[in-house]
């Protein structure tokens, strides 16, 4: 089942975009409110994934729902703050981290977050560390007790994952594009609107 995935800047709902390489939104004109209904969501704080300027508190603490929650991390150590914030689940972006000494320095902060992986037709990532191929990088996540994904199909694409690697994660896959395409190792699907 396909659930939902909203992205909010500046108090507004944004459609977000991947081109040439980076993100940007589509302004939606439509002021962002947080809606309960659904049982599972995703959030993108575009204004932490393009400025490194989150604004976690848009969303509601404590949600009862669960909630993913990606801020756009820069610095691993900042995951600290956004786990204090108590806004939903953590995603902890590889896209910007300074490689896995950077990653493992931030999940001595955590325990319960979700890794976040961007895919176009290949990882995009700022760090050569994680611009390997996705299975490679998902066994090096097992081995970090790593074991929830959130992956990011950032062209409506998205990669083999074989069953022997998939059975040992809970992976979600979020579209930016209308695909809705579940593939057999995606635990469910989100779709931004």
Same mark, same amino acid.
């Given at each position: ?9 500046? /108090? #507004?709902? =944004?459609? @977000? ?5 980076? %993100?940007?939104?589509? +302004?939606?004109?439509?002021? &962002? ?54 806004? /939903? #689940?953590? =995603?902890? @972006? ?5 490689? %896995?000494?950077?990653? +493992?320095?931030?999940?001595? &902060? ?84």
């Amino acid at each position: 089942m396909v659930k939902l995935a909203e992205a909010y800047f500046n /108090g #507004k709902k =944004v459609k @977000p975009i991947w081109s040439e390489g980076k %993100f940007s939104f589509e +302004d939606k004109n439509t002021k &962002f409110t947080f809606s309960e209904s659904a049982k599972k969501q995703l959030f993108w704080d575009m204004g932490g994934i393009i400025k490194n300027r989150p604004s976690i508190y848009t969303l509601p603490s404590n949600p009862e729902n669960e909630i993913f929650v990606d801020s756009g991390l820069i610095w691993g150590e900042d995951i600290i703050d956004l786990i204090l914030a108590d806004r /939903g #689940k953590v =995603v902890l @972006p590889l896209r910007n981290l300074q490689g %896995f000494n950077e990653l +493992d320095d931030a999940l001595n &902060f955590a325990d319960d977050i979700v890794i976040g992986i961007d895919w176009s037709d290949k990882i995009e990532a700022s760090h050569v560390d994680f611009r390997i191929d996705i299975v490679d990088l998902l066994h090096q996540l097992i081995k970090r007790d790593q074991l929830t994904i959130m992956l990011y199909s950032l062209s409506g694409d998205y990669p083999y994952i074989p069953a022997g690697t998939s059975s040992n994660l809970e992976i979600y896959l979020a579209y930016l594009s209308n695909n809705s395409t579940q593939p057999s190792w995606a635990s469910e699907v989100f779709i931004f609107e």
